[in-house]
């Protein structure tokens, strides 16, 4: 390790001793023994990694083509680390702005982005592009061009915050680079750049003390990353979010002929991998189907006419998926894409009679 960062180590780690007493220590001890046995394993899911070239293949054949992608670490460039600062600056790859451009214009695709981050950093990334938005994991809803609308959110739904809040700003502050971000209507603690084994210790200390508050309410869930701790309120997932799109896209009878092609690609954390399985992409091989799965009488008319071959789920740098395929990282996104927006752009294989 660099001395300026042992040093910068150090320092951290004499504040910390001074800042807490000796009845903390004892509690954090044995707050650790207590946990030493309580540790999870995931169950372990082969994926494939994503044929490319028949992805893009498949869309170039395509008649309407739904793509879902997720943000972070999906459609982002790399990330510094800046010491001190809660906010860590989220940016779209630069090499994916054109793909993108060419996907989000064509008309015969639709593009939804579903991101837990907030509306306003998804705001300041896509305000040039014609897609759907989802902020927060589905909590707010934004159509091309159109203002955002809340889906469900109210005040009091977030009585919980004030209190994770506290605990999150206490753990942030005895682990080093670590941070926490406080989005509107969710908190994560992130220990992404921290020592992964102190960072893993901490994390199951941090889960007892939320305990302690009981987030047992029922309107708030905790969701456990491989590198952090969410609390959100009960009930929202991506999966529900792209649903409830459909039901948008289905209602304003936009679409000329049915759903064809699906690609569902990101990062996304086990809590959210029902996104990969809705109803609307459960098909049968070789069955023409219409919105099967749902339950309504007015879903009668849902879109879809998907072949099993014009599916494509994809995790993006995960082991564990429920997804179909992966992909190792945002390298591979950005060759994914170009590759879809070559066989979507004017004069492509796609495009001849
Ligand atoms: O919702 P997205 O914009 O698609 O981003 C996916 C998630 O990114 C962040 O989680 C990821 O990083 C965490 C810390 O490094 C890690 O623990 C987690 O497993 C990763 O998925 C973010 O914290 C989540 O809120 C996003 O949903």
Redesign the pocket.
């Known amino acids: 390790m660099p001395t300026e960062e042992r040093e910068k180590n150090h320092r951290h780690n004499y504040e910390l001793v001074s800042r807490h007493t000796a009845q903390d220590w004892a509690e954090n001890y044995v707050c650790d023994l207590h946990n030493a046995t309580s540790k999870a394993p995931l169950p372990a899911i082969h994926t494939a990694v994503l044929p490319i070239g028949e992805a893009a293949a498949q869309y170039g054949q395509s008649n309407n083509r739904l793509l879902i992608l ?5 459609l982002t460039g790399q990330i510094q680390f800046v010491e001190g600062r809660t906010d860590i600056e989220l940016k779209l790859n630069p090499e994916l702005k054109q793909p993108l451009k060419t996907l989000c214009d064509n008309e015969n695709t639709t593009v939804v982005v ?4 907030g509306r306003s950093i998804l705001d300041e990334n896509f305000a040039d592009y014609k897609l759907w938005l989802a902020a927060e ?1 589905g909590m707010f809803l934004r159509q091309p061009g159109e203002e955002w609308i809340t889906m469900r959110y109210e005040q009091e739904e977030i009585s919980w915050a004030g209190s994770v809040k506290k605990v999150f700003e206490y753990f942030t502050q005895r682990t080093p680079r670590s941070n926490f971000e406080q989005r509107e209507t969710s908190l ?1 603690w ?1 220990y ?1 750049y921290a020592d992964v084994q102190f960072g893993r210790n901490q994390a199951t200390d941090l889960l007892q003390h939320l305990g302690a508050y009981s987030l047992s309410n029922q309107s708030s869930v905790i969701v456990q ?4 701790i ?1 609390v959100r309120p009960t009930g929202v997932t ?1 999966g529900k979010a792209v649903d409830e799109i459909i039901r948008e896209l289905d209602l304003r009878n936009t679409m000329a002929t049915p759903i064809d092609y699906v690609l569902c690609i ?4 086990a809590k ?1 991998e029902d996104i990969y399985t809705l109803p609307s992409f459960d098909v049968q091989p070789g069955a023409k189907r219409k919105g099967k799965g749902c339950q309504a009488e007015d879903c009668s008319s849902v879109k879809f006419d998907l072949n099993p071959k014009n599916y494509f789920s994809c995790t993006v740098g995960r082991e564990h998926s429920v997804a179909q395929y992966n992909l190792e990282g945002t390298n591979e996104v950005v060759s994914l894409l170009q590759d879809l927006a070559a066989a979507a752009a004017p004069g492509s294989m796609s495009d001849q009679p």
Do not use: P
Request: charged share 20%; no cysteine.
């Open positions: 997720g943000f972070n670490a999906t579903v991101s837990g981050y994991n994560v992130n992404k990353g491989s590198r952090s969410e991506k990101g990062h996304f954390l959210d």
